[in-house]
């Protein structure tokens, strides 16, 4: 058997094109969409990510803003400026990138952040509304993982989905949205006793753990369904998931990474801005 290719290029573009008109119309209407950027930390990948998003906001008609502390910063002086954003009228959506520096917790400062702009849905009253079935941004990554399975007309009710990692940016999140989908969840972490007897069982595998090449052959029931959210930085400058391509052998559908997730979560982040959360 050979996987079938769950490509995120395609459902990213609709959405692309969709955020653009919403874009357009907005900046007719005289409320032009502003994101803003604000980030702590020298790391390479992170503002490879950040420039990605902002090239791609431009391309969409988004305004972008990066504000860069430095990786100094302290969690007032970052809490601080996510507050004064915050209140800026001219900011329609707010995002704050990790990795933070060391000593900063991402929840006391994301509390900062306006729910109502809580774009990549970080701010944890974001996390909490999502699991109590409240309208609320939820993480873009966690969402692009949904996306991507609905594009490809991946069925989601009743069956067991079973999800490779728990952070509050992408495991939990990402289980109450395939909750709300009706599959049965679960959630397995670094201290998951047997990690292949569970995902051997799932219909649906998402591997989130950042660990390359964590699922192999013997972690996949023949004919499941994988997605690898995992972005590994590789020694020669590249990305590798966490799923080991021989699994392609087993699986009956693979995400590839890069070009599955990736693409989509861009999107998704961007149609946050354009998109007011009780629309
Ligand atoms: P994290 O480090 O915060 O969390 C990793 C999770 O994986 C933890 O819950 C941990 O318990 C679990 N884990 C670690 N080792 C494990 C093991 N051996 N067995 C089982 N579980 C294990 O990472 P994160 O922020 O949730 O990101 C996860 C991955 O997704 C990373 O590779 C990250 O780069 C990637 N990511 C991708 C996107 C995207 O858009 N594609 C966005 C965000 C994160």
Not at 8 to 18: C, D, M, N, S, T
Not at 180 to 198: M, P
């Amino acid at each position: 058997m050979t996987a079938t290719r769950l490509g995120g290029a395609e459902p990213a573009a609709i959405v692309r094109a969709e955020v653009t008109e919403r874009a357009a119309w907005l900046r007719a209407a005289g409320r032009p969409p502003l994101l803003a950027i604000v980030t702590a930390t020298d790391d390479d990948a992170s503002a490879w990510y950040v420039r990605s998003i902002a090239t791609a906001a431009g391309k969409a008609g988004i305004d972008c803003d990066v504000v860069d502390l430095g990786s100094a910063a302290t969690a007032a002086e970052i809490g601080g400026r996510l507050t004064e954003l915050s209140a800026d009228a001219a900011v329609t959506g707010l995002m704050l990138q990790t990795p933070l520096p060391p000593r900063v917790a991402l929840a006391d400062v994301a509390a900062a952040i306006d729910p109502d702009k809580d774009v990549d849905g970080a701010n944890p009253l974001s996390l909490g509304r999502l699991a109590a079935g409240l309208p609320a941004f939820a993480p873009a990554t966690a969402a692009a993982v949904v996306a991507l399975l609905d594009h490809h007309g991946i069925e989601l009710a009743g069956r067991h989905a079973v999800v490779v990692g728990r952070s509050t940016v992408v495991g939990k999140p990402l289980a109450h949205l395939l909750l709300d989908r009706d599959a049965t969840v679960t959630v397995c972490h670094s201290r998951t006793a047997d990690l292949a007897a569970v995902t051997s069982t799932a219909d649906v595998l998402v591997a989130a753990a950042g660990r390359t090449r964590l699922i192999g052959p013997d972690h996949v029931r023949p004919g499941a369904v994988v997605v690898d959210v995992g972005t590994n930085p590789t020694a020669d400058g590249g990305l590798a998931g966490d799923v080991d391509p021989a699994v392609e052998g087993v699986a009956a559908a693979l995400s590839p990474v890069p070009g599955g997730v990736g693409p989509v979560t861009t999107a998704l982040l961007l149609q946050n801005v354009v998109r007011p959360m009780l629309d």
